[in-house]
């Protein structure tokens, strides 16, 4: 019913930055929040960042001041722009998207970060 195309990621070294994107289309759904969550190796899935169709935004601690998400609404398209990353970053990063008309969370494919020291 929502089909998520997730694209971005990569190896980088500390410092560095990279950037997440993940369009999401739906005949049937009109999408509501958009999030972005991790797992890293032997880890529990964590929350990463949020946005509302109205743009309030929400950030895990770990990720606050450095780690942007926007979204564009006219093509459902949600952003990860991801800044002054470190090792512990890395992990396999999954958009989250919910919608209007239940309460069924849809899961992009992942796309894997590695980080470097």
């Known amino acids: 019913q929502v089909q998520l195309v997730e694209s971005g990621g990569g190896l980088v070294q500390a410092g560095g930055s990279l950037r997440l994107s993940c369009g999401a289309s739906s005949k049937i759904f009109t999408i509501n929040h958009m999030a972005w969550y991790r797992q890293a190796p032997e880890k529990q899935r964590e929350f990463v960042a949020t946005i509302s169709p109205s743009r309030r935004t929400n950030y895990a601690d770990s990720v606050k001041g450095r780690f942007t998400i926007s979204r564009v609404n006219a093509n459902n398209t949600v952003y990860l722009q991801m800044n002054s990353l470190k090792p512990e970053d890395t992990a396999v990063y999954f958009c989250?998207?919910?919608?209007?008309?239940?309460?069924?969370?849809?899961w992009g494919q992942g796309a894997q970060v590695t980080v470097s020291s």
């Open positions: 989250n998207v919910g919608v209007r008309e239940d309460d069924y969370q849809y």
